[in-house]
């Protein structure tokens, strides 16, 4: 079957099923505003006014704890700031509407001070640091007497009408609540379809692949924590002037921290519109529970939130937004080992001509503990030179690769890139190797699992551009080029072990590298594909792109190399033209052991 055959059908589906998505999307918004107008009562426009600061709370959490992947549970500290701001605020005479921004700007000062550090750890540690933070902010609230009213907490003065957020109806509540989940959902969204968005999943499913692909991951969090805490505050603001009194136990809530993620990681965590269908399914329940039940019910809102937490984890894993994609055509690669052709580089035809050094790599130490792992270390690369490292297991091979890709610092000697603008520079994180036009490759593949090919390739591709439209095509260029065109929709995690190491040199050719550092691509691969590797790196090489290449199929380096260097024990043993260094006996030794040298 061909790919002409299928696809157009296949896209015409998938098309339909977004557009009824999309209708779906816009009924149930629709919903949020129309049935508590039309049913008219408190109660119900109760619930619904919660569902949209739920949802909106929760919408905003998600730009953290979803697509950056930064289980923050403190985030209530940021909605209780915006609680404090604005009643603050109105206490002196100010308007909310002008409180909230100010809440906003608090709130973006304080979560960069907490997430800086925090974004040190990971996982559990991350979370359990950001509950320790909320809970000196709840201390801070209850210590600043003066200001917040300590433990008693602060009434909202009652100045009815839109400038001050208080109403006696209900419904311009509905309004700005409604409002609210509309812009919450709006920059959700716009975050997840730029840049951003791809720079954030990058960052969460492998942080050193997209730091090796340019991706500054430590600012990127930041954004997304800064603009979360800011949307956030202005949802506080608003729901502290709907509650009418506030104080710190209720808005620096680990409870309530907890309640936005669970909506989050029920609806379908990372996704756009996950945290809204959470909300949209458990505010209900325990509201009503809560409605019918009184003050027996106390706490069990907990209860039924554990209960659907544990149904989701066992049956939808992936929340209902999983369920959902499910059914709107999500791709899975059906490759059976074909996976398209590389434009071959003709063996028949000769190589570039090498050309001035572009890389330079001097005396170069490293020890781990009293590991002497690289041992003055020194060599050169020139421009569209393919330069073999090779050597036995543990020989220092990966280590000086990281040295020379930022990711680990050298205890001794430097290394040099040649600039663009003719000066030499010397980088020191993976930041300025990408910058320099240094891009890498992993041994173990490090594919971002939850993106399509094409959205793995186009987080390379976004070192070059910012505009999407921009980044997609050169993805889907160098995709073709590769051999991956058949893919560039399929769930990257559904490729062969060849499909994802092409896939790896793929991001890093998007951002059109001067020198590309390829950690062992034709590991574990079949023959057919080790072909098509040395014909990719062939014609990589023909764009005067220099490669450094460390690789254990000697019929690869063979075919492949200018010059060899041989790594043993962290020091160099060998160098030079292949075919000479393969007999060199240091090497046979090196590799084979002293019998067989001798032999
Ligand atoms: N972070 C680390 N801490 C301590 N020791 C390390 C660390 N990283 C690597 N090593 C050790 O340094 C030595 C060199 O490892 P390295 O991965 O660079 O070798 P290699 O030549 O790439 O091996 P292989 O071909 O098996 O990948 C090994 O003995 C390894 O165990």
Sequence with gaps: MTETATRPATALERTNRQTLGWAALGLLLAALLVVPIVVGDEFVYHIFITICLFAALSTAWNIVGGYAGQLSLGHAIFYGIGAYAGVILVNMGVSPWFGMFVG??????????????????????????????????????????????????????????????????????????????????????????RRLGFQLVATRERESAARAAGVATVRVRLIAVSV????????????????????????????????????????????????????VLLVPITEFARGALGAEAIGLHGFVYGLVLMLVVLFMPDGIMGVLSRFSGARKAQDGGDEGHIAAASPSRTPPEIGKPVLKVENLEKHFGGLHVTNDVSFTLREGEILGLIGPNGAGKTTLFNMISGFLAPDGGSVSVLGRDGTWHSPSDPGEYAALGVGRTFQIVQPFAAMSV??????????????????????????????????????????TIGGLKRLEVARVMAMEPRVLLLDEVMAGINRADVRRAVDLMLSIRETGVSIIAIEHVMQAVMALSDRVIVLNSGEIIAEGDPKEVVRDPQVIEAYLGKEFADA
């Design 104 to 193: 906003a700007g608090v709130a973006v000062v304080a979560a960069v001070v907490v997430s800086y550090p925090c974004f040190r750890l990971h996982g559990p540690f991350f979370a359990l640091a950001t509950i320790a933070f909320l809970e000196v902010f709840r201390v801070l609230a209850l210590h600043f007497r003066d200001l917040t009213g300590g433990a008693t907490g602060l009434m909202i003065p009652l100045k009815i009408g839109w400038e001050w957020m208080v109403f006696r109806e209900r419904l311009p509540a509905l309004l700005i609540a409604f409002g609210m989940l509309l812009v919450c959902l709006a920059v959700a969204w716009a975050i997840r379809s």
């Design 228 to 279: 979360s805490a800011a949307l956030s505050a202005m949802v506080g603001t608003f729901h502290a002037m709907y509650l009418t009194y506030i104080e710190p136990a209720s808005m620096f809530s680990l409870q309530l921290s907890i309640q936005i993620a669970m909506f989050a990681l029920i609806g379908g965590i990372g996704t756009i519109w996950g945290p809204l269908l959470g909300a």
């Design 454 to 495: 094409e959205e793995n390739i186009m987080v390379g591709a976004f070192h070059r551009f910012h505009a999407v439209a921009d980044a997609r095509e050169a993805a889907r260029q160098t995709a073709h080029r590769m051999g991956l065109g058949r893919y560039l929709e399929d769930e990257a995690s559904s490729l």
